[in-house]
């Protein structure tokens, strides 16, 4: 198991599952080569051998905010701890660039990826203002650095 960035000469697996998990939007290349291109995006895959076995995509809100745009494990890798290796990763990355808060959007129905969530201390935050395919979408959200209002 080894995570890192993804590289453009992973375009085939990456529209392989974002097809597949978030087929609200068209994963077309040009679509996803600009999206590996943007600053203000990262991406890590998680790798199992030579098997892209999932994904985490982070936003640059602003300097001190960031999101988690998107995280998805490929069905068959499921309930082996993939998804929790990647935002553990994900997040001491955002640590690292001084990142002190990260949300992101999840639909309400997502029972599992709430619990995901929940467990890596996010809490629910807000609705979001406007819904997908129908769906409310929650706001959930994580401050990083606990600061020492003390000192
Ligand atoms: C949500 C998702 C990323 C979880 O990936 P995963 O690698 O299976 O997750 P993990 O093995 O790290 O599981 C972590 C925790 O999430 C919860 N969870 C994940 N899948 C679950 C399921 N099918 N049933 C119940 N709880 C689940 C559990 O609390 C689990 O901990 P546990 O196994 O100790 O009980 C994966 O199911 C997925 O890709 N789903 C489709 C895309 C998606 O919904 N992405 C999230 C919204 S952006």
Redesign the pocket.
Known sequence: MKISSVEKNDLIPLKKILSK??SYLKWDPAFIENRLSDPSLKMFKLMEGKKFV?FIELEFMDELTAR?N??????G???????????DFALAFLESTGIEEVN????KS????K??YE?KGFYLAGIHDRKIQGETIEVYAKPLAEKDYLN
């Open positions: 998990e978030f999932g988690i998107g995280l998805a494990v490929k069905n890798f499921r309930r082996q701890g993939h998804a929790k290796k990647l935002i992101l959007l999840v639909r997502n029972q599992h990826a619990k995901l467990s």
